[in-house]
C-alpha cells in the first residue's frame, strides 16, 4: 500500500493541472522580472530624492504608479493588440513579444524627458495655496483610484480610457482634499474640460466606426468579395480540368491498338509543343490538349492575384502615410527632431514607395499559393506592422497617465516645491515599461478577447482595417485638437467592421459604453478615498 501511494506520488501531473498551469515559467519569468524592477527602481529611487524625503511614502508612490502602469498595459495595451491576437495573426506570446519590444522601446527612447504635473487643466490647482505634501497625496490618490477602476474593468474584460481614469482620480483627489481644508470644492473643476471628455465617448467611437466602415468596405469589395469570386471560379475550373482527364482517359480505353498508338504520339508532340513560349494552339493535335488549352486559357482570364498585386501595395502604401505620420507627429514628438512640414512629407513618402515596392515583390511571390491563403498571409504581415507602431506611439505617449503623476511625487520629494514640470528619469521609463508588459501579461487575455472576436469576429483584413482607421482618426484628432481617446477610437473601429460584416455584438458593446461613461466618477470615487486615508496616515 505504501509502495502504492509513493509510486502515485512519482507520477507526473499533466501540464493544466501543474502549478501555476501550462504557462508556468512564463508566469514565473514575469514575476520574477516585475519583483526585480519594483526592487531596483525602489533602491535607485531611494538615491534619487533629497535626503529628508519620507521614505514609506515614496516606497507607496512608487507601488502605485508601478500597479498603474501595470494596469495599463493589462488594458491599453491589450486593446491595442487584441484584434491581431483575434484575427490569428498573432498568438499571445507573439504580442507580448511584439509588445515588449515596442511598448518599452516607445516608453525609453521617446517617452520624453519631462512631463506636465497636471498642476492645471482639469483641476485647478494654480490658485490653490496647496502643501506639496498634499500635492503629493492628490497624484498618488490618482494613481491608485485609476488602477484600481482599470484593474476591475480589465478583469470584466471592457476596455476603458486610461486617460479617463486618471483624469478622474485626480478630480476625486483634489476635490475631496480642497473641501476638507476648506480651500475649494467643485468650483475647482475645469468643467468645460469634463464636457470635452463627454463629447469624446460619443465622437471618439463615431469617428473611428466610420473611417473603418468606409475602409473596410473597400477592402471587401475591392479584394476580398474579388478573391472569393476568383477562389469560386478557380473551384470550378478544377473540376472542369478533373472530368477532361476522366472523360479522355475513358474515351482512350475505347479505342483499339493502333489508335491508341497513334493517339498517344499525337500527344506527345502536343507535349512538347505546348511548352514552347510561342507556340500556336493550331498546332496541336489532339482533342486533349486542344481543349486542356481553353482550360487554362480560362483560368489565366480569371486574374486569381491582379486584386492581392494591385490594390493591396497601394493600401500598404496609403497605410504607411497614416502610421508614418503618426509616428513622427505623435509617436516621436518627445524626441524634438525639429523637422520641418516638407520634411516629415519627404520622409513620409520615402516609406511609402518601399512599403509599395516589398509589398508588391511579396504579393507576387504569393502566386503558387491559393488566394485565400495569399490574402491571410499579405494582411498578417501588414496587421503586424500597424500593431508594433501603435504599440511603440502608445508606449511613448499613454505611458504618461502613469509617469506623469508618480513624476510629479518624484520631483516634489526631491525638490521639496511643486513645479509646472518634472523630468522623467530613464530609470522610471524602463520600470513602468516592463509593469506595462507585465500587466498585459497576467490580465489582459479578457480585454484581448473582447476586442479581438467579442465584438466581432476578427481576420487579419479586418483587424488590419480597424487599427489603420484607428490610426488616421487618432492622427487626425491630434492635428485638429479633437477630444478624443484612442480606446473608444478603436472600439469604434471594430464596430465598424462589424456592421460591415453584419456581426456586431451589441450586446457587450452596452456594458462597455456604461463603463466609459463610469469611468470617471469610479476612479474619482476610489482617489477621494485614498487622499484622505494618505493623510490621515502620514
Not at 298 to 319: F, N
Not at 385 to 399: E, L, V
Request: aromatic share 8%; proline share 3%; with cysteine.
Amino acid at each position: 500500500m505504501t509502495q502504492t501511494i509513493h509510486d502515485e506520488a512519482e507520477v507526473e501531473l499533466p501540464p493544466q493541472r501543474r502549478f501555476l498551469g501550462p504557462d508556468r515559467n512564463w508566469h514565473l519569468a514575469f514575476g520574477g522580472l516585475l519583483a526585480i524592477a519594483l526592487v531596483t527602481f525602489t533602491l535607485w529611487s531611494f538615491g534619487y530624492v533629497s535626503s529628508g524625503a519620507n521614505h514609506v511614502v515614496l516606497f507607496t508612490a512608487i507601488v502605485f504608479g508601478v500597479f498603474m502602469a501595470f494596469n495599463i498595459g493589462g488594458n491599453d495595451v491589450a486593446n491595442s493588440f487584441g484584434t491581431s491576437v483575434g484575427a490569428g495573426t498573432l498568438t499571445m506570446k507573439q504580442a507580448l513579444v511584439v509588445a515588449a519590444i515596442f511598448e518599452v522601446s516607445g516608453a525609453v527612447i521617446a517617452g520624453g524627458e519631462v512631463t506636465d504635473t497636471v498642476r492645471s487643466g482639469i483641476v485647478d490647482l494654480g490658485g490653490v495655496e496647496l502643501a506639496p505634501m498634499d500635492f503629493v497625496y492628490i497624484m498618488m490618490s490618482a494613481l491608485l483610484g485609476a488602477a484600481i477602476w482599470l484593474l476591475v474593468a480589465t478583469r470584466l474584460g471592457w476596455p476603458v480610457s486610461t486617460t479617463h481614469s486618471i483624469v478622474g482620480g485626480i478630480v476625486g483627489a483634489a476635490v475631496t482634499l480642497g473641501t476638507v481644508q476648506g480651500t475649494g470644492g467643485w468650483e475647482m473643476v475645469q468643467w468645460g474640460e469634463i464636457g470635452k471628455i463627454a463629447v469624446s465617448w460619443v465622437l471618439s467611437p463615431l469617428l473611428g466606426g466610420i473611417a473603418a466602415w468606409l475602409m473596410f468596405g473597400l477592402i471587401k469589395r475591392h479584394i476580398l468579395v474579388y478573391n472569393e469570386k476568383a477562389d469560386h471560379q478557380l473551384r470550378s475550373i478544377k473540376i472542369e480540368r478533373a472530368e477532361h482527364r476522366t472523360r479522355h482517359k475513358q474515351a482512350f480505353e475505347r479505342l483499339n491498338e493502333l489508335q491508341q498508338i497513334s493517339y498517344t504520339n499525337a500527344m506527345a508532340r502536343d507535349a512538347v509543343t505546348s511548352r514552347r513560349e510561342d507556340f500556336d494552339p493550331d498546332e496541336l493535335e489532339s482533342d486533349y490538349y486542344r481543349e486542356l488549352y481553353d482550360i487554362e486559357e480560362k483560368a489565366s482570364k480569371v486574374g486569381a492575384h491582379r486584386a492581392l498585386e494591385t490594390w493591396v501595395p497601394l493600401l500598404a502604401a496609403g497605410g504607411s502615410l497614416i502610421i508614418s505620420g503618426m509616428m513622427l507627429t505623435k509617436g516621436l514628438k518627445n524626441l524634438h527632431l525639429n523637422i520641418d512640414f516638407v520634411g516629415n512629407l519627404l520622409i513620409m513618402g520615402m516609406i511609402a514607395a518601399v512599403v509599395w515596392m516589398a509589398v508588391f515583390i511579396f504579393a507576387k511571390s504569393l502566386k503558387s499559393q491559393n488566394i485565400s491563403r495569399s490574402t491571410f498571409l499579405l494582411f498578417s504581415w501588414l496587421q503586424v506592422f500597424t500593431a508594433s507602431a501603435f504599440a511603440f506611439s502608445h508606449g511613448s505617449n499613454d505611458i504618461a497617465n502613469a509617469i506623469g503623476p508618480f513624476a510629479a511625487v518624484l520631483d516634489v520629494m526631491r525638490t521639496g516645491q511643486i513645479s509646472d514640470e518634472a523630468s522623467v528619469p530613464p530609470a522610471a521609463m524602463l520600470a513602468f515599461g516592463v509593469a506595462l508588459i507585465g500587466g498585459l501579461w497576467f490580465v489582459g487575455r479578457r480585454v484581448i478577447q473582447t476586442v479581438g472576436s467579442g465584438l466581432t469576429k476578427m481576420h487579419p483584413a479586418s483587424g488590419f482595417a480597424a487599427e489603420l482607421s484607428a490610426a488616421a482618426v487618432v492622427m487626425g484628432a491630434s492635428l485638429l485638437g479633437l477630444p478624443v481617446s484612442s480606446t473608444h477610437i478603436l472600439i469604434g473601429a471594430v464596430l465598424g467592421v462589424g456592421i460591415i460584416n453584419r456581426a456586431a455584438n451589441w450586446n457587450l458593446m452596452k456594458p462597455i459604453a456604461l463603463a466609459w461613461v463610469i469611468t470617471l466618477p469610479a476612479s474619482a470615487a476610489v482617489g477621494a478615498g485614498c487622499v484622505l486615508v494618505l493623510r490621515s496616515v502620514f
